[in-house]
C-alpha cells in the first residue's frame, strides 16, 4: 500500500531553498525522479510527499547516508531506492536500476544539491570542519586519497593552486609554504593542526565570523572529492537521463560550483553564443544544440526568513532549466575547463 501525500516522515536536516526546489521541479504528474545528492534525504522526502505516484531513485557516494537512508526506504513503501555511486555517473546507474523501464529509460525529474552535507560537517571523525577536532580525511566516500595525503605529500605548487582555484584563498602561497615547512618536523594528521597552521598566516577578516582557514578547508575538500568535476559530469548525465519535458534544478553553495551551472544552462539553451572569458563562443555558422531551455531567470536566492533560520544557506544558488527534445549533444569541453586546475605555465604555479 502506498503512503499518502503528507505522511512522509519529517526530515531531520531541512535542505535549503526546498520549496523554491519543489516549484521549480513541477513534480504532479511526474512518474520517476532521480536526487543524486541523497545525503540526508531531505528533497527525496518533500518529493515523495509531493506527489503520491513518484518513484524516486537517490544516489549517494557516503555509505553512511545510504545506511542511514534505511528507514526512509521502508516508509516509502516502494516508491524509494537508494543507490550507492557517484551522481556523475547518474544516468548509467538508473539504467542499472531497471526503474526508468516503462519510460524508456528516462527520468521526469533530476535534484542536485552540490557539495558537502550538514550531516558529514557534524560528524569529527570525517574530517570536513575544522571546528571539531579529528583526523584529516574529507572523503565523501570511502575509497581514494584523504586530505592528510593531499597536504602531507603533494608539492608546494599544487598545494598553493588547490587552495588557490579551489578554496579562492589569495593567501594561497602563504599558506602552501607553510603546510611544506610544518610537515618537515612531522605529518600533518588532524582538522586542528591544519586549521592552527593556516590561521597563523590567514588573518580573520574583521566581522565576518569566518574562521581563516576556511577557504583552504574547501580548497582541500573539492580537491579530495573531485567535486567540481563530478559536478560537470552529473550536469551531462542528467542531461542524457532527462526525457523531453523533464526538469533539471541544481543548488549551489559558492561561486565555482554556480559558474558551472550557469555556463551549462547557457550553453544548452543556446544563450552563449557570445562567449565569454570562461566558456567561448560558437564558431562561425555553428548552431548551438538547445537541449534546455530556462525555468528560472537567473539564480533563486534564499529568503530572509531561511538564512535567518539556517545560516548554511546565505550562499546558496538554485538554477533549473527543462529537457527540450534535442538529442543530448556531445560533453561541452568548455565546462570541462571550468573544473580544472590551470595547465602550469613554463613550469611556474601560482
Known sequence: MKRPAGQVPAAPHIPVLLDEVIAALALPGAALAVDGTFGAGGYT??????????????????????????????????RLR?????FGDLDALLADTGEGETSGGLADRV??????????LDQPERGFSFRHDGPLDMRMGADGPSAADIVNEAEEAVLADIVYHYGEERRARAVARTIIEAR????????????????GVVRAEPGSGIH??????QGLRIAVND???????????????????GRLAVVTFHSLEDRIVKQFFAARSGR????????PGALPGDVPVRSFQPVTKGPILPGEA?????????????????????????????????ASLPEPRGGARR
Not at 82 to 86: D, E, H, K
Open 45 to 78: 522526502r518533500a518529493m515523495l510527499a509531493a506527489e503520491p505516484e513518484l518513484r524516486v531513485v537517490a544516489i549517494d557516494r557516503d555509505p553512511s547516508a545510504i545506511a542511514a537512508g534505511a528507514g526512509l526506504v521502508a516508509e516509502a513503501c516502494g
Open 82 to 86: 537508494l543507490v550507492p555511486g557517484r
Open 111 to 120: 535534484v542536485l544539491d552540490i557539495g558537502v552535507s550538514s550531516m558529514q
Open 184 to 199: 618537515r618536523r612531522g605529518r600533518i594528521e588532524t582538522t586542528a593542526q591544519l586549521a592552527d597552521l593556516v590561521a
Open 212 to 217: 581563516p582557514a576556511t577557504r583552504t578547508f
Open 227 to 245: 567535486e567540481l568535476g563530478e559536478l560537470v559530469r552529473a550536469l551531462h548525465a542528467a542531461e542524457r537521463a532527462l526525457r523531453p519535458g
Open 272 to 279: 552563449s553564443s557570445q562567449g565569454s572569458r570562461h566558456l
Open 306 to 338: 531561511e538564512t535567518a533560520r539556517n545560516p548554511r544557506a546565505r550562499s546558496a544558488k538554485l538554477r533549473a532549466a527543462e529537457r527540450t527534445a534535442a538529442p543530448a549533444p556531445a560533453p561541452l569541453d568548455a565546462i570541462r575547463t571550468l
